[in-house]
């Protein structure tokens, strides 16, 4: 039970690991906000209702660009879960050495 809590909680930092390492690489992000930005004209004066359109689309594309955390998440819990259930390994040498006695 021990060995699967701990892969559990490894895979799943890693596949956290491993998206953030992509997203870096890829700087997902980057090209989502350049082309919202040139959506917008410098000389055009907006109203806060177009503004807040704009907020809200370009949010939208970053979540559909952003990977899901959630599954490597509730994998690490589980993980987490099997380990705190399952105990320590205890050492008995304490235990099998004989008792003496104080004189």
């Avoid at 490894?10 to 090209?31: D, E, N």
């Amino acid at each position: 039970m021990r060995k699967l809590g701990y892969f559990f909680l490894f895979a799943g930092f890693f596949w956290i690991v491993g998206q953030q390492i992509g997203i870096s690489l890829k700087t997902a992000m980057r090209p989502v906000v350049l082309k919202q930005y040139a959506e917008l004209s410098e000389s055009e004066v907006y109203s806060a209702e177009q503004v807040r359109r704009h907020i809200a689309a370009t949010a939208a594309e970053i979540f559909e660009v952003m990977p899901l955390v959630v599954t490597p998440g509730m994998l690490m819990l589980a993980g987490g879960i099997f380990l705190g259930r399952s105990g320590r390994v205890r050492s008995t040498s304490l235990e099998k050495q004989p008792k003496q006695e104080l004189q």
